[in-house]
């Protein structure tokens, strides 16, 4: 699954929100309910930053197979699934594509009126407009250095360096 784009909402005053019709698309069909409806079936729960995950639950059922795994003998491991489930409930869209956030989440998020959607990967965070322009709004430079950082490759990047270290080209350290 690769959800991307960015979609503006309005949330109504109990707290639901409809979700795109562009964002929807990309995911697979709706399942069908007990009651015969079909709804798209996710999860939410509190972001790493001030936002709410939505993943939907193929997605979901496979981190907690991941986090089912973890050794909870573990202190940090038991810490990590505690604050991971904190705040998780299931959501099914309704007849109107519309899924109900808990007040509890809405407050730890800052959402009240408006929100922002931001599919990524394989789930879409839910960001205040005021804390998703505030991280929106980071210098180019240090995007550039943060892009160096994870994918320029070295120590602590995910990529591989292109062509052969100085090292190697020369023999020894420097030039």
Same mark, same amino acid.
Request: negative net charge; proline residues 5%; aromatic residues 10%.
């Given at each position: 699954?690769?959800?991307?784009?960015?979609? +503006?909402?309005?949330?109504?005053?109990?707290?639901? =929100?409809?979700?795109?019709? %562009?964002?929807?698309? +990309?995911?697979? %069909?709706? &399942?069908?309910?007990?009651?015969?409806?079909?709804?798209?079936?996710?999860?939410?729960?509190?972001?790493?930053? #001030?936002?709410?995950?939505?993943?939907? #639950?193929?997605?979901?059922?496979?981190?907690?197979?991941?986090?089912?795994?973890?050794?909870?003998? /573990?202190?940090?491991?038991?810490?990590?699934?505690?604050?991971?489930?904190?705040? $998780?409930?299931?959501? &099914?869209?309704?007849? $109107?594509?519309?899924?109900?956030?808990? #007040?509890? *989440? =809405?407050?730890?998020?800052?959402? +009240?009126?408006? !929100?922002? *959607?931001?599919? =990524?990967?394989?789930?879409?965070?839910?960001?205040?407009?005021?804390?998703?322009?505030?991280? !929106?709004? =980071?210098?180019?430079? %240090?995007? $550039?250095? *943060?892009? /160096?950082?994870?994918?320029?490759?070295?120590?602590?990047?995910? @990529?591989? +360096?292109? @062509?052969?270290?100085?090292?190697?080209?020369?023999?020894?350290? @420097?030039?």
């Amino acid at each position: 699954m690769q959800l991307i784009g960015e979609f +503006q909402v309005a949330l109504d005053n109990k707290g639901r =929100m409809r979700l795109p019709t %562009a964002l929807l698309r +990309q995911l697979s %069909a709706p &399942t069908a309910t007990t009651d015969e409806q079909s709804g798209y079936e996710f999860v939410v729960n509190r972001g790493f930053e #001030k936002c709410l995950t939505l993943y939907p #639950k193929p997605v979901w059922d496979a981190i907690t197979i991941k986090l089912s795994k973890l050794n909870r003998f /573990n202190d940090r491991n038991r810490m990590f699934i505690r604050s991971f489930y904190l705040g $998780a409930y299931p959501v &099914t869209t309704d007849s $109107a594509d519309r899924i109900l956030l808990q #007040k509890p *989440l =809405m407050d730890y998020a800052g959402l +009240q009126d408006d !929100a922002i *959607l931001v599919a =990524m990967d394989d789930r879409i965070e839910i960001w205040s407009p005021d804390s998703y322009q505030s991280l !929106a709004s =980071m210098d180019s430079n %240090a995007f $550039a250095d *943060l892009a /160096n950082q994870v994918m320029g490759g070295g120590e602590d990047g995910a @990529g591989a +360096q292109d @062509g052969p270290s100085l090292d190697a080209l020369f023999g020894h350290s @420097g030039i």
